[in-house]
């Protein structure tokens, strides 16, 4: 009952959907708390009761698992209280993504990815992590310099902004405090807001 089949072949084109979310739901958990090491077959069948042969027929690797959860660990957040000014929502958009920091286990999801980064391809799966983070920050960033508040380019402004708190953690493992996110608010505006320096 598990899979729909592929008529031409006889074989099993892709797990149902309740299956496949079981299997991603329970990867998810297992990278937030054990790690990458615990995207087995094996360790995924006693957490899903998924049969280990269709575990590995359609995720054959950590790597596919991780990609599989990718897409939904950086949906991006909808902000529903953005008000057009680059202040306010800038500091809608970062208080976003500290709070992230807060509520999920980014730090281990994103050591997990880092470990199967090694095969070269672009961009990898950590940088498809970031991305997602800091999707609001970005969308924010852009709509500001295309309505002329800031100046600047919006990739840059957006590395100069979310860099330093990522880096603080994602890479130090320092909590990243309200008071220290609000004076990197204060002054990228200063410098870059219309009518700011440069």
């Known amino acids: 009952m598990g899979e729909m089949t592929d ?85 809608t958009a970062v208080g976003t993504l500290t709070t992230r920091f807060e509520t999920r286990p980014v730090r281990t999801f994103f050591d997990g990815l880092r470990v199967h980064d090694g095969n070269g391809e672009k961009p990898s799966l950590s940088e498809q992590y970031i991305e997602g983070l800091i999707a609001p920050v970005r969308a924010v960033i852009a709509a500001a310099v295309e309505r002329g508040e800031l100046h600047g380019e919006a990739d840059r402004l957006v590395l100069e902004i979310c860099g330093p708190l990522l880096a603080e953690f994602l890479l130090l493992g320092r909590r990243v405090k309200s008071a220290e996110v609000e004076q990197a608010i204060t002054d990228f505006l200063d410098r870059h807001q219309l009518g700011g320096s440069t």
């Open 7 to 91: 008529r031409a072949g006889g074989r099993p084109a892709g797990p149902t959907e309740e299956t496949a979310g079981r299997v991603l739901k329970a990867a998810f958990e297992l990278l937030a708390t054990e790690g990458s090491a615990a995207l087995t077959p094996v360790r995924l069948h006693q957490e899903t009761g998924v049969a280990r042969t269709t575990i590995y027929r359609h995720w054959p690797t950590p790597r596919h698992l991780l990609l599989a959860i990718l897409g939904p660990a950086t949906k991006r957040h909808e902000i529903d209280d953005l008000v057009g000014e680059i202040g306010a929502d800038l500091r």
